[in-house]
């Protein structure tokens, strides 16, 4: 079938799915740009069965654009906790404060001014233009991607200069220019339900006769990327100081993962450690005795495999920690944002 014939009735046939099978998500009752927004920076990386709680709660505790702008940035990690990727987080502050001081608290109405923001690319403009103001730019995400590239053949890899013109050029052809808002909601929960990443459900797809990958049973196959993501192995050893019903964490000001979070006082190692010996020289002045090494934990980021060990420990010098690390109550941690990670550990042993 020739592509021509594939184009003819695609947005209508897509949107009529789209109104039987959509998700009930509250940003897609409102035409609130703020809203829209938040639900997309938090919904990059982010499934949308995890993100609709962390949505919920910020629009709560932060119900206008006004309001996120007058938090500080440690409360916002810590709403934002368990996410990952921060910088969202903190790219989401920047111009939440941006909106309300420079713009009056009014979100910007154009294509090319959302596109400005920081933290906003043209992905996340598009959509807001479109879901707030119903304008005609089309979404392209990995769903999109997925979804064309299955359909029309499209072999060009999704992350090439090429590939990305070529997208463009058809999302641009495809969408619908009465109903752009809708149109995109409905391509990209196709992608999100119906033409998902394994085991797509071919039998009840609308474009089951149409779609190339379906007919040359290369399913599997598409889309395609040309670059494969090289992930960094670190080893990660926390010190866990516990004294008095208070611990002490460190804060993540460097340039690294985490910045802005509280993690515990950290020794970093090329390798694995198999005993307390490293450590105890590295953190001498603090006259520190092992009580308990835990079990390795596994943590995967995009581009980094973090192994880290918790050293449950005691120090006779109290004075050296209070002044290079923070002493908390261990009945405030929880007003202290960390990353998944220590989250985790602190759960097992609190």
């Known amino acids: 079938m020739s592509t021509s014939q594939v184009f003819m009735g695609f947005s209508e046939k897509i949107i009529m799915w789209y109104h039987h099978n959509k998700r009930d998500l509250p940003w ?6 703020y809203q829209i927004w938040l639900s997309e920076i938090i919904l990059q990386q982010t499934r949308v069965n995890q993100g609709l709680n962390y949505f919920n709660k910020f629009i709560e505790k932060h119900p206008t654009v ?3 702008a007058q938090s500080s940035e440690k409360d916002i990690l810590n709403l934002w906790q368990g996410l990952g990727y921060y910088s969202r987080a903190r790219n989401l ?3 939440a404060k941006y909106i309300s001081n420079e713009l009056n608290g009014k979100f910007p109405t154009e294509y090319k001014d959302i596109l400005n923001l920081k933290g906003v690319g043209e992905y996340t403009a598009a959509a807001i233009s479109s879901f707030s103001y119903n304008q005609s730019y ?6 999109v991607y997925r979804v064309l590239s299955r359909i029309f053949g499209i072999e060009n890899p999704i992350d090439s200069n090429e590939g990305k013109k070529i997208f463009k050029k ?21 992608g999100a339900l119906q033409c998902t990443p394994k085991k797509p459900n071919c039998e009840s797809c609308p474009y089951r006769l149409e779609c190339f990958a379906y007919t040359n049973d290369v399913i599997a196959e598409l889309p395609k990327k040309e670059k494969k993501i090289k992930q960094r192995t670190r080893y990660f050893n926390y010190l866990v100081v516990i004294h008095d019903d208070s611990i002490y964490l460190n804060e993540r000001t460097k340039k690294d993962i985490w910045k802005g979070l509280f993690d515990f006082p950290l020794l970093e190692t090329k390798t694995r450690l198999v005993s307390f010996g490293v450590i105890n020289k590295e953190f001498k002045n603090l006259e520190l005795t092992l009580k308990q090494q835990s079990t390795e934990y596994k943590h995967i980021l995009s581009h980094q495999k973090i192994y880290a060990t ?13 002044e290079n690390f923070i002493k908390v109550s261990i009945k405030e ?18």
């Open 28 to 33: 897609r009752k409102t035409v609130d740009p």
């Open 66 to 68: 006004n309001s996120l």
């Open 93 to 95: 502050h920047f111009t």
């Open 138 to 143: 089309p979404v392209i995400d990995g769903n």
């Open 170 to 190: 058809l999302a641009n052809e495809l969408i619908d220019d009465k109903n752009p808002s809708t149109y995109n909601q409905a391509i990209m929960e196709f």
């Open 310 to 322: 918790f050293w449950f420990t005691t120090s006779n010098n109290s004075q050296k920690l209070k």
């Open 333 to 350: 941690i929880n007003n202290y944002p960390v990353p998944k990670l220590i989250e985790n550990y602190l759960n097992s042993i609190l």
